[in-house]
């Protein structure tokens, strides 16, 4: 057997070459002056089944084509492709190309390059195919002995690979992150984002300097050390915040995420930064902000009760001291004077409840979401009697939470629902849906319910949406609610609609 026949695709040039020229012996050896091989010699056998598709053209016609050449070309059998001209399986388009080619072929005896072109079969399927040729010998005639591979499934994953390749390079050009590799020792990659936020104008005065010239001194041991982990690729890829500088010296801060990966065959980080600098300096001013607005609730609801109970007592000495000297108008006067400085005293009451729940609220501790609604109904007992409210409720779970102020959750929307009722007599429920590590819990009424357009402000302090003298209250309540919930790290909202009941739900974090 010739050794350059096995049957496996050519890993080389080089390879084919040779194989090439074994066939141009064995097949000269094995032809009688036929038109084409016909008796079957060990080389012929071989040269049948062979992967790739093996041709000999003498004459400009076809004299020789193996089974691989009819698969390629759509072709029944050998008669289909026997005699034909090997450019009426090309293309139109790259005709020129390969007649260009078979005219080098011929003049080098040694064989040339290899020509990447697309072969048209018989049943008009166009293939990527890769030829190569040689200039034989074929009983006394110059022949042309061409072998051609189907190149179709790797011309589809190169394509693949380079448009995933675009997709990823496009996405990392106008990722708004920095995103840059390195190998412990030196930068060798930074997308724009990158150059921008290092504080540089060009890719060039990054890539090639140190890692570490852009980590705090105060945390570069730190950094030295995950990073060598990471080459190790024993580290996760959970993003960290970081001091670091820019070119110029100057610091900002940054959430730093890195990722082992290969590049250009080398070990190497990939490490993707995040400004964090203004959402921090806004979260603190937030903060900040927060605190002062809520000392400043607390100090002017505290201090301003003082003032207001002389007024409404003094109101009220009048009333008494002079009732039979002022005529009724005057008396009049003297009730409003009372009504709005106790209208003023529950306001200011309940802005002050306010601002508590933020200044007083007490530690988290796991508590029993069903103790809490067993406590809210019995405090709610009368209105519950009076209006004959049916209260019921599924097994609720433990939270962490505040249990003082989760009572008043509980009690503010319970109490609300029987407010609310409308006509009906009350039937509440209070539901529980566990989601993850969270439970939203639900109170649902069969009251008034709520215009979906009011669903956002009812949650605003003092915001209402009733008369008092139909609904009783202030407006505090939901603002109240939605305070406790903030603070538990929760979400509240409603859902329902005018004269079909309403439900409140909101979201906690359950006990572990
Ligand atoms: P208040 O009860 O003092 O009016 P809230 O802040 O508790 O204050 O409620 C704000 C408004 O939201 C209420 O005035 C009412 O219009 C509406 N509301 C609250 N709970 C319900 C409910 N269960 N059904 C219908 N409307 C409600």
Known sequence: MPTGLRRRNPETVAELRSRIAALEVELAAAGDGAEHVSEASDAERLVRFLPEAVMVQCGGRLVFVNDATLRLLGAASVEDLIGREILDFIPAEERSDVRERTRKWRDARSGAAPLRHKSLGLDGTVVDVETTALAIDWHGQSAMLLVSRDRSERVKTETALQESEERYRGLVELLPDAVYIHNGKAITFINPSGVRMFGAETADQIVGRAPLDFSH????????????????????KESQRRRRLRLDGSEYLADVAALPLKWHGESA?????QDVTEQVRAQEELRRSNAELEQFAYVASHDLQEPLRTVASYCQLLERRYKDKLDQSAMDYIGFAVAGAKRMQLLISDLLQFSRVGTRGKEFTPTDCGEVFSDAVSNLHQAIVESGAQVTCDKLPVVIGDRVQLGQLFQNLMGNAIKFRGERVPVIHVGALVEGSDVVLSVRDNGIGIDPQHRERIFQIFQRLHERDKYPGTGIGLAVCKKIVERHGGRIWVEGAPDEGSTFLFSLPIAP
């Open 269 to 273: 980080v990939l490490v993707v930064v």
């Open 217 to 236: 001194p105060a945390e570069r041991g730190y950094v030295v050390e995950r990073s060598s982990e990471i080459l190790k690729r024993n580290v996760g």
